[in-house]
């Protein structure tokens, strides 16, 4: 509304609305009374046999845990399985309650209208006030700790059951046992902690990014430079718009416009393709490539007259000029809030969610600060291996996955010990495992060269004799490690079907010997390692992988921050050539201005330093311009005003 009709509109409007919903909700009242939150008795007994379900579900699994048959998940050992398998029954049957719950409540039930309306809250609430609070949780795991065995003395040692750790049947409208509500006192307790922690981290993350960002400004050339006048990006955000006026990331609803023109013009003959075409030639400077594709699209969908076409490309120009940044904006500072205050909101945790998920990720919070940070390596280096056309779709993929996979003779064979007797090591080889990574005994015969030793293989063993006795220990070392095949750093892979084809995720990575290995498609395949791809594939791509992960780790948490500031940030840990953090190591360590770098970090030794050198500080930045009390040169202070006095020049003749 603003933007079509201007501020007065807007504030019009807004006063208006106020005044009418507050006599509105004077004459009709909106209270959430405690019979609003009761079930009727069909739904309490649907919640019931829920419960029971799941309760026969989990006994199934404590039944085949214990005979071990249950199916191990990849990477988890027995017990970890059979407990994310509960946690997510459990979490399953919470929604579920909360499901019915939400079922039985109609339109009429105010906390079905705040829900609904987006006002406040969601169903998760309503189901855990009039349904089921669900199962409680510490560090992501249900609560296990307390006395030998069991968490509180009320139960048989080592029971599993849902109640026994954690798992809180009840609802707050029908009120928690002692138990449960001793539970739900653990679980509380980490919310406070991590909302303590978290807001230390993400306090540190936001004064790094501003005091890396703060000096960074729109020039008027349209160039983003920072203060030593180094060029940052040749155009801000590669489109010049400013994210504020912007209509959701996009500087022009072309769409929205053109139907704005279709009604308030009356219908004439359909404009010619041709004239279209040439219109938009005209403009086709003005406007961003992205915005010129929308436009034709549109164009030719909407049949406007030669009239609207004309009114449709003058309106687009008109609005993206008006949507462009303007000269002497802070840009740096306003991208640095952009990221740090949605920061503030992340979950602190990774394993918040109770998922079957074979892979641990690091998410949130500490994901974004790692990004920044620019750590040499990840806390959970991923990578994400398509492969080419030939094997993408058939079974070879798992082909493939094996010859990436790091394989050593530890993980071939059954058991490795000395022979004192005959002065040898012996390996006792696996079936299973040379089965499963496709390692034939004569390949293992040709790889098992080791100084000094003389091999032999007998049947499913392998004796390894050194020339020296005295070698045997450290030589049982040397060979329990020793390399067969695989790339170096991954771990584990996974194959997984994404999309129709077969795609590989890895734990550990090793971008440049992935991309040697035969049948993976070079073009595609990725890592969360931002060094590794700068090294690999150079500076260009590593400034386009810190985008995607932290936009990725941005949209996971659901929020929506504008790519522009992710860009901005990205931009300048790359613009030397190299990936920096942003910190006292990187970008803010290596600030022209000494009062600069003092003022944010080890103050003493950055001062001591600059003297001995006889560093000057050139005051063209933020910081040192506040510290010696001049207006910084941002914004209004860009501008220089130089006055010529012709009295001077007059007495020169």
Not at 145 to 155: S, W
Not at 186 to 197: H, I, K, P
Not at 467 to 472: I, Q, R
Request: glycine share 8%.
């Amino acid at each position: 509304m603003i933007k079509d009709y201007g501020t007065q509109a807007g504030r019009e409007f807004l006063n208006k609305i106020t005044r009418l919903l507050k006599l509105f909700i004077t004459m009709r009242g909106f209270t959430y009374s405690y019979d609003e939150l009761v079930l009727s008795p069909t739904a309490e007994n649907k919640i019931t046999k829920t419960m029971e379900r799941v309760q026969k579900k989990i006994e199934d699994l404590l039944e085949s845990y214990r005979k071990g048959t249950l199916p191990r998940l990849p990477g988890q050992t027995l017990e970890d399985s059979f407990e994310i398998y509960v946690m997510n029954e459990l979490a399953k049957a919470r929604d579920e309650a909360g499901k019915i719950a939400d079922e039985d409540f109609t339109l009429e039930n105010a906390g079905i209208i705040m829900t609904r309306t987006g006002a406040r809250g969601s169903s998760l609430n309503i189901g855990q006030m009039s349904a089921c609070i669900g199962q409680q949780s510490v560090r992501g795991k249900r609560i296990m700790r307390g006395y030998l065995d069991r968490a509180l003395p009320h139960f048989k040692p080592g029971d599993p059951s849902p109640k026994a750790r954690g798992f809180v049947y009840s609802s707050y409208q029908k009120g928690l046992d002692a138990i449960e509500f001793f539970f739900h006192a653990m679980g509380g307790r980490e919310g406070l902690v991590d909302t303590a922690v978290r807001t230390q981290q993400s306090g540190y993350m936001q004064r790094r990014l501003i005091n890396a960002l703060e000096h960074i400004r729109l020039e008027y050339d349209g160039t983003v430079r920072n203060s030593a006048g180094d060029i940052i990006q040749f155009k801000y955000g590669e489109d010049g718009v400013d994210p504020a006026k912007s209509d959701h990331g996009k500087a022009v609803n072309v769409s929205r416009l053109i139907d704005q023109i279709k009604i308030a013009r009356e219908k004439g003959r359909p404009a010619a393709g041709e004239y279209i075409k040439k219109e938009l030639t005209e403009v086709e400077d003005q406007l961003t490539p992205m915005l010129m594709d929308e436009l034709r699209q549109n164009l030719a969908k909407a049949k406007l007259s030669t009239a609207g076409v004309e009114k449709a490309i003058e309106s687009t120009v008109e609005q993206y000029k008006r949507a462009l940044m303007e000269p002497g904006e802070a840009v740096g500072i306003v991208a640095a809030q952009s990221i740090g205050e949605p920061g503030t909101q992340m979950t602190l945790r990774t394993f918040h969610y109770a998922g079957v998920r074979e892979q641990n990720v690091t998410l949130g919070l500490p994901r974004l600060i790692e990004i920044v940070d620019a750590r040499r390596i990840p806390s959970t280096p991923i990578m994400t291996i398509y492969l080419t056309e030939e094997h993408r779709k058939s079974k070879s993929a798992v082909k493939i996955a094996r010859n990436i996979l790091y394989t050593t003779l530890e993980d071939l064979a059954e058991t490795i010990y000395v022979d004192p007797i005959h002065e040898e090591i012996v390996v006792e080889l696996n079936k299973t495992m040379m089965e499963d990574r496709e390692v034939s005994p004569q390949e293992l015969k040709d790889k098992l060269q080791i100084q000094n030793c003389t091999i032999k293989i007998r049947g499913n063993s392998i004796h390894i004799k050194p020339k020296k006795a005295e070698t045997l220990k450290k030589l049982l070392d040397k060979v329990s490690s020793f390399y067969i095949k695989g790339v170096s750093g991954i771990k584990r892979v996974l194959v997984t079907e994404e999309h129709g084809e077969w795609v590989i995720r890895t734990d550990g990575s090793n971008l440049s010997k992935v991309l040697e290995v035969c049948g993976v498609d070079t073009s595609r395949t990725t890592t969360n390692n931002v060094h590794e791809i700068a090294k690999t594939l150079g500076i260009e791509a590593a400034k386009n992988a810190l985008i995607n992960e932290a936009k990725g780790v941005l949209e996971d948490q659901g929020l929506d921050v504008d790519i522009r500031h992710v860009m901005l940030v990205a931009d300048m840990m790359t613009s030397t050539g190299e990936v920096q953090q942003i910190g006292r190591h990187g970008i803010s360590g290596k600030k022209s201005s000494v009062l600069a770098r003092a003022a944010f970090e080890i103050t003493l030794p950055n001062i001591v330093d600059a003297a001995v050198k006889g560093e000057s500080d050139p005051l063209a930045g933020v910081t040192e311009n506040v510290i010696v009390g001049q207006s910084i040169p941002i914004g209004t202070g860009l501008v220089e005003l130089f006055m010529s006095s012709f009295e001077s020049r007059g007495k020169n003749k």
